[in-house]
């Protein structure tokens, strides 16, 4: 009797065994959205929301976190009217010439030298050509001008506005207007 029992207990074990294995069929997944999720696109139709796409899209006047407004446009007149009219918001307290020379060698010195003379690395291996100097007195170059290529980017340079934040712009700034004023000595 005791070995009817284990037989059958036996029989039912490898029983459910062989019904767990399936070769035509994959196994069972316990969470199939952690193997594979559902993507959305940033303004994509969506079923998760009535409307479709509404509530993914940013509210109205509202910014991306870490930017500003900035009023002047991407063109001559913008860059004229700032280079009249913009300035600073920091005082020089709030300015760190260490930080902002970092920051400048970093993005500005390959091209316009670590002295500001436009004789980067770039220019001495004639790269780029045509780089002038801080202190050339026909661009006559202020703190409003400088943010707005900075900001926007001029000629062959291209925008840094993505890779400075706004107080790291105006530290650039203050750093180029001090080389500017060694240059002129």
Known sequence: MKSLIKI???????????????????????MPNMYAPISYETF???????????????????ISRGHSLFEYDNSIEGYTLAKETLKSPLDSTQVNLDNAKVLYDIYCGICHGVKGDGQGNLVKREKILGIPRYDDPAR?????????????????????????????????????????????K
């Open 8 to 30: 059958s207990v036996l029989l039912v074990v490898i029983v459910t065994l062989a019904s767990c294995k399936k070769d035509t069929a994959p196994n069972y997944q316990f």
């Open 44 to 62: 994509g139709e969506s079923k998760a929301f009535a409307n479709g796409i509404e509530a993914q899209l940013s509210a109205e006047g509202t």
């Open 140 to 184: 006559a170059i202020n703190e409003g001008s400088i943010y707005h290529t900075v900001y926007y980017g001029k000629n062959a340079m291209g925008s840094y506005a993505s890779q400075l934040n706004d107080k790291e712009r105006w530290e650039v700034v203050s750093y180029v207007l001090k080389l500017k004023a060694d240059l002129e």
